[in-house]
């Protein structure tokens, strides 16, 4: 996949790397606007092409209590709001075959969430819409067998497929990431690294997900220095109080410095 076969992506002759970022859930119209004008204005200042992510739904909870969403609609009318305000491409799960044809008509790339990668009937269902396919790598698949996952997307006509490194489960509260994966998986797509996802610590006792945010920074300089084609961070003005995901999410106020200084570690890359 070429990055401008993602609609309304800017800054794309820059030589950077491109950028999904966002909140891990849509709380709110309000949080969103707040922080997607943010991320646009420093992607924009650091010329980085850019893609604001949001889940419209949250399909997979530890708990039966944990937060799941505003309502589907709802949700994907803000991410529409947010593209056609800023100017900007979407980016949100998928969970169901039916998700699929429905979220293709407000956001321009459908992701694959890591547990169900291997599920065929979602990854058709999301190729068949023509939109942009992210296929996140299962945390228990090697990097060699997301070749499978693309060739699926491949096979319904659609070129337009991406794959993510969220690590890879080491033990059982854990992840890893193994860098060796992205050189792999770009032979068979565009590769992007979730930085924050890959820090998770999953199957906590209190049946909420830890994280170690204060390695965000190391992981992300360490997948653009062996050349990984985009970066993924969830991000939230207030992570102790989000509503998914907090323990792992990059606050706000420190991804302007972090971009600044993987900008500059790709600009030394691109000069060997």
């Given amino acids: 996949m070429n990055i401008n ?4 992506i800017k800054h794309i002759d ?5 950028v999904l970022a966002g909140p891990c859930a849509i709380e709110g119209e309000e949080m969103a606007m707040r922080i997607a004008e943010k991320l646009v204005s420093i992607t924009d200042k650091l010329e980085i092409p850019y893609v604001f992510k949001g889940s ?29 305000t800023f100017h900007i491409p979407t980016v949100t799960d998928i969970h169901t075959n039916e998700d699929a044809a429905m979220a293709a008509e407000y956001v321009d790339v459908l992701q694959i969430p890591a547990f169900l990668v291997r599920q065929t009937d979602l990854v058709v269902a999301a190729a068949a ?14 990097p060699e067998s997301m070749k499978h996952a693309v060739q699926k997307v491949l096979d319904c006509q659609n070129e337009n497929v991406m794959v993510t490194d969220r690590g890879t489960m080491f033990g059982y509260q854990d992840m890893i990431v193994d860098f060796r994966g992205i050189p792999t998986m770009q ?20 049946g909420v997900t830890g994280g170690r945010p204060d390695m965000i920074e190391t992981i992300a300089k360490a997948g653009i220095a062996v050349g990984v ?3 993924f961070i969830e991000t939230h003005f207030d992570p102790a109080h989000a509503k998914s995901d907090g323990a792992n999410m990059l606050h706000l106020d420190y991804f302007e410095g972090l971009m600044t200084r993987l ?3 790709r600009k030394t890359i691109n000069q060997f």
Wanted: charged share 20%; proline share 3%; no cysteine.
């Fill in 229 to 231: 084609d985009g970066i």
């Fill in 129 to 142: 819409t023509g939109k942009v396919v992210n296929l996140k790598k299962g945390q228990f698949m090697s």
């Fill in 5 to 8: 076969s993602i609609p309304q």
């Fill in 187 to 206: 032979h068979y797509a565009t590769t992007v690294l979730d930085v924050t996802h890959s820090l998770q610590q999953p199957n906590q006792t209190a």
């Fill in 263 to 265: 900008v500059a570690i």
């Fill in 56 to 84: 419209f739904k949250k399909a997979n909870r530890s708990r039966i209590d944990s937060f799941s969403g505003i309502g589907d609609e709802k949700a994907l009318k803000i991410l529409r709001k947010v593209s056609e």
């Fill in 14 to 18: 820059s030589g950077n790397f491109f």
